[in-house]
C-alpha cells in the first residue's frame, strides 16, 4: 500500500531513486532538502561537483540534476502522490533547480508508473557493444513519446545522419583526449577504489571500437595500462538525439527530465543505452549536431540504444549524503 506519510522513510525512498539518476562522469551534482511547512522537497545544484572544462555552462549539470528530478518525480507517484514540480522557482536562488511539492494525493495511478520505478534500479548506463538488433518501431514511437512528454524532443536519424554525427563525435573525441584540460579532468573522474562513492570505476570503464566506426568516451585518456581490449560493436549503431526548441537553463532542466524518461523506457522494453555526449562538450561541434532539414533546434546529447547485457551499476552517494536540513 502506498504511503502519503512524508516522513524519514519516505524521503529516503524518495532521494535514493533520485540519486540513481544518470550524471555527467558520475558526477552526483545534487542536493536535497525538505521544507516541512510546505511539504516540499527542494532539488539543489551541488557545483562542489561540477565539471568545468566539459561543462563550462553548466549545461550538462542542469541536465543532471533534472534527471534526479524525475527520478524523484516517479517515486512520489509510486508511493502515491501528485507531485507538483516547479523548474528554477525562485530567481533569487539559482542553485534551487526544482522544487517538487508533495501536498496533494494522486487521484488515480499515472500510467506506467510502476513500471517506470522499477526500472529506476535496473537503468545503467552501458559503456560495451551492443548485439546490433535493430530496436522495433514501436518501442522507438514510445520513447519519442516519453521526450515529447516533458517538452522536449527525440529524433531518429537516417543512415547517413547517424554517420555524419558519428564523424562529430569522433572529432570531440580527439580534441577531449589532448585537449590538456579534459583530458585532466577526466581522468579525476576515474575511480579505482570504492570510495569516495562518485565518479567512474576503473571496471567500468568500456573498450574502444576496434574499427574506430563508434568513437566511445576514453576515460583513460592515452593511458594504455587502463585501457581495455578493443572490441567489436554494432556496425549500424542506433542512435537518437536529444533536443529542445530553445537552449535556456530551463531547457536544459527539462532536457535532464526528458532523458530520464526516455532511458527508464527503455529499460523497461529491455533496451540499453549509451549516452555520447562528446560533441556536446564543444560549442561549434554542439551547433554543426543540429540537422538543418528540421529546422531550428538545440541538441542537448545523443542516445545509442540497442541490445546487450543489463550492466553493472556505478556507486552512488547514500541518502544521508546529499540531504539538507533546512536552515542548513
Known amino acids: 500500500m502506498p504511503t502519503l506519510a512524508l516522513d524519514a522513510s519516505a524521503l529516503?525512498?524518495?532521494?535514493s531513486a533520485a540519486v540513481a539518476a544518470p550524471s555527467i562522469h558520475?558526477?552526483?551534482?545534487?542536493?536535497?532538502?525538505?521544507?516541512p511547512d510546505t511539504s516540499t522537497v527542494e532539488v539543489r545544484a551541488d557545483r562542489s561537483r561540477a565539471v568545468p572544462a566539459a561543462d563550462p555552462q553548466g549545461r550538462a549539470l542542469h541536465i543532471s540534476v533534472?534527471?534526479?528530478?524525475?527520478?524523484?518525480?516517479?517515486?512520489?507517484?509510486?508511493?502515491g502522490w501528485a507531485p507538483e514540480v516547479r523548474l528554477l522557482p525562485d530567481p533569487s536562488e539559482p542553485d534551487l533547480f526544482a522544487a517538487v511539492r508533495l501536498d496533494a494525493p494522486a487521484g488515480a495511478p499515472a500510467?506506467?508508473?510502476?513500471?517506470?520505478?522499477?526500472?529506476?534500479?535496473?537503468?545503467?548506463?552501458?559503456?560495451?557493444?551492443?548485439?546490433?538488433?535493430?530496436?522495433?518501431?514501436?518501442v522507438l514511437d514510445e520513447l519519442a513519446t516519453a521526450a515529447r512528454s516533458e517538452d522536449a524532443l527525440l529524433h531518429l536519424p537516417d543512415h547517413q545522419e547517424t554517420?555524419?554525427?558519428?564523424h562529430l563525435t569522433a572529432e570531440a573525441e580527439r580534441r577531449n583526449t589532448t585537449d590538456e584540460a579534459q583530458r585532466t579532468e577526466s581522468r579525476n573522474w576515474i575511480r579505482t577504489g570504492r570510495t569516495p562513492p562518485y565518479g567512474i570505476p576503473v571496471d567500468a570503464l568500456g573498450p574502444q571500437d576496434s574499427s574506430g566506426h563508434l568513437p566511445m568516451r576514453d576515460f583513460a585518456a592515452l593511458h594504455a595500462a587502463e585501457h581495455r581490449a578493443p572490441a567489436s560493436f554494432e556496425a549500424e549503431p542506433r542512435l537518437a538525439v536529444l533536443a529542445t526548441g530553445h537552449d535556456t537553463p530551463q531547457d536544459?532542466?527539462?532536457?535532464?527530465?526528458?532523458?530520464?524518461?526516455?532511458l527508464l523506457a527503455a529499460t523497461v522494453h529491455g533496451v540499453r543505452a549509451s549516452?555520447?555526449?562528446?560533441?556536446m562538450e564543444w560549442p561549434y561541434l554542439r551547433w554543426e549536431a543540429r540537422d538543418p532539414h528540421r529546422g531550428p533546434g538545440y541538441v542537448?546529447?545523443?542516445?545509442?540504444?540497442?541490445?546487450g547485457p543489463e550492466g553493472a551499476p556505478t556507486p552512488r552517494l547514500a541518502p544521508g549524503d546529499v540531504l539538507d536540513r533546512p536552515g542548513r
Open 66 to 79: 533534472g534527471a534526479a528530478v524525475l527520478n524523484l518525480r516517479v517515486a512520489a507517484r509510486h508511493l
Open 26 to 35: 558520475n558526477s552526483q551534482p545534487w542536493r536535497f532538502r525538505l521544507q
Open 275 to 279: 549516452l555520447l555526449h562528446q560533441a
Open 163 to 166: 554517420a555524419r554525427l558519428l
Open 111 to 138: 500510467p506506467g508508473t510502476e513500471q517506470l520505478y522499477a526500472a529506476i534500479w535496473r537503468r545503467h548506463s552501458i559503456r560495451t557493444p551492443f548485439t546490433g538488433e535493430p530496436v522495433p518501431p514501436a
Open 300 to 307: 542537448q546529447i545523443l542516445i545509442r540504444l540497442g541490445y
Open 252 to 262: 536544459w532542466l527539462r532536457a535532464g527530465l526528458a532523458l530520464e524518461h526516455v
Open 12 to 15: 529516503e525512498k524518495l532521494v
